[in-house]
């Protein structure tokens, strides 16, 4: 089994900050990809940012992703944040377990909720 498990995330006030954490677990073998994604209310599940290094418009210069690849952890420092970052945020990582020789298959964390508000 593999495992994704977010933290970090809370209420802020418009222009404050938060950091997010995502630990892999399990039996992994090795870890293709990872990111985080978001699904505010009423709204689909869109990319946030994602390593190899890609971030959506609406984040760059204002969130920045990394990995610890000893502790199989991804992070996503989000500064100047705004009422429109509320959401629901998703670590999704491209995992191969290690009973698995295929593609890697795609896991996701249960979310952590970010509520950007005054």
């Known amino acids: 089994q593999v495992q994704l498990v977010e933290s970090g995330g809370g209420l802020v006030q418009p222009g404050g900050s938060l950091r997010l954490s995502c630990a892999a677990s399990?039996?992994?073998?090795?870890?293709?990809?990872m990111g985080w994604y978001r699904q505010a209310p009423g709204k689909e599940r869109e990319l946030v940012a994602a390593i190899p290094t890609s971030y959506a418009d609406s984040v760059k210069g204002r969130f920045t992703i990394s990995r610890d690849n000893a502790k199989n952890t991804v992070y996503l420092q989000m500064n100047s944040l705004k009422p429109e970052d509320t959401a629901v945020y998703y670590c999704k990582g491209d995992i191969r377990p290690t009973w698995w020789s295929g593609r890697a298959l795609t896991y996701w964390g249960k979310g952590t909720l970010v509520t950007v508000s005054s």
């Open positions: 399990g039996s992994i073998g090795s870890i293709d990809a």
